[in-house]
């Protein structure tokens, strides 16, 4: 069973959804962060069941409990190991699901691969192990804020009722966190008048992530769209994941989807953002935009038609304490998913640049800056930007025998230095001279 996400930083989740705990283990956390249950508890908390008449009333605290990997608030680089207990759990409800299988649910599934399963809540299959990639995703938020990449995320649809204003501020104000409030409004009033006909709605949530660096993703299999994608994918009740215009793109002409390019201030920029912050499986820069397509909420206490393990048909109505649509508590799920996702991605660049054995080199950045317009216009001197924005200037290095680099705005890393840009050769071998200037 798969159970893990990552490599380098790699998180392992496991428990039930009426066992009697539920747990993360995250490896590959760098040591000397600032972490604590509070940390963890802030993003569970946006989670958790039972806080409004929208969601499930089941009780859970989600109170988590970090056992290892932490000593004095801060990470020592060892494993991180956190806990939460089941304490609200009714198993009652579910006796008479032992030997059925649940419409839209994955009890079929799960016995036809497994032969055994646990009938209680799903098990394993519940969104209850989201726990886990929530408090993961808490850690993975804190390495990436050193960084100064944010993630965030909203309501963008339930019940076919879409929003059509913004405001970020409007998130967390309302019940659905939709970003726009007459929206919001009407998405809340649909699931409750759903929940009283005992029935459930599904949606669309859009995670964003801004100051992302470009040059993050591994072509080809480890692009960036592709990690996040499989993250969104891997969170209960997803049925589709769409980058940028995603499938609107599908619909559009080829002038009409390009990006067109400019350079501002030493950067390559675009026009506009209809590939959602990636180009060929790496990140370009602009914001990282992800859509996540959630289904109605599966139980619902209506009379459904289903078989029994010995294939004899039969009736049945799911009872228990569950979401009339489960959108507006899988925003955080989908951040933090992101997160980690994205956590992913940044460590394995991070590696690339220790196994380099140029000091200089600084990992697959390095490429998308060397193409990257701002050359001082001087012969025998170069600029360029670096990962975080920075401009780098190149001159003579007689000390060290190499170019001289000089960092002029502090970028995501401080102790990385830029690879040094060689000027570009013309056809008679003479340096040639790039405008940075689009007019």
Known sequence: ???????????????ESHGPALGVVVEGTPAGILLSDADVQLQLDRRRVGQSKV???????????ILSGVFEGITTGAPISMITYNRDVDSSKYEN????????????????????????GGGRSSARETWGRVAAGAIARKILDSVGVEIYGFTREIGGIVMET?????????????????????????????????????????VRATNVPPGLGEPTFDRLDALIAQAMLSIPATKGVE??????????????????FYAENGRVRT????????LGGISSGEDIIVRVAIKPTSSVAREQETVDLNLEPRTILVEG??????????????????????????????????????????????????SQMGRHPREGAGRHTGLGGEIVERGADRRQGRPEIRRDIGGPEPGLVPHPVQPERGPAGRAATIDADPR
């Not at 069973?1 to 428990?15: A, E, P, V």
């Not at 499930?56 to 409990?65: F, I, T, V």
């Not at 951040?335 to 054995?357: F, S, T």
């Open 97 to 120: 699901l032992r030997d059925v299988f649940r419409p839209g649910h994955a009890d079929y599934t799960y016995w036809a691969k497994y032969g055994h399963r646990d009938h209680r």
């Open 243 to 260: 980058i940028g215009e995603g499938f609107a793109a599908a619909r559009s002409h080829g002038s009409e989807n390009n990006d067109w």
């Open 321 to 370: 304490r569950h979401d009339p649509s489960v959108v507006p508590r899988a925003v955080p799920v989908a951040e933090r998913a992101d997160d980690a996702g994205r956590a992913v991605v940044r460590h394995r660049a991070a590696a690339q640049r220790k196994r380099c054995r140029d000091p200089l080199c600084d990992g697959p950045a390095r490429h998308a800056r060397q």
């Open 166 to 206: 913004f405001d970020r501020d409007e998130i967390e104000r309302n019940l659905v966190r939709c970003a726009d409030p007459v929206a919001a409004a009407a998405m809340t009033e649909a699931i409750l008048a759903v929940k009283e006909t005992h029935d459930s709605l599904g949606g669309v949530v859009e």
């Open 271 to 278: 026009r506009s953002n209809r590939a959602g912050g990636s």
């Open 55 to 65: 969601t499930s009333p089941r009780g859970e605290k989600d109170r988590a409990e």
């Open 1 to 15: 069973m798969g159970s893990s996400f990552g490599k380098i930083f790699r998180l392992t989740t496991w428990g």
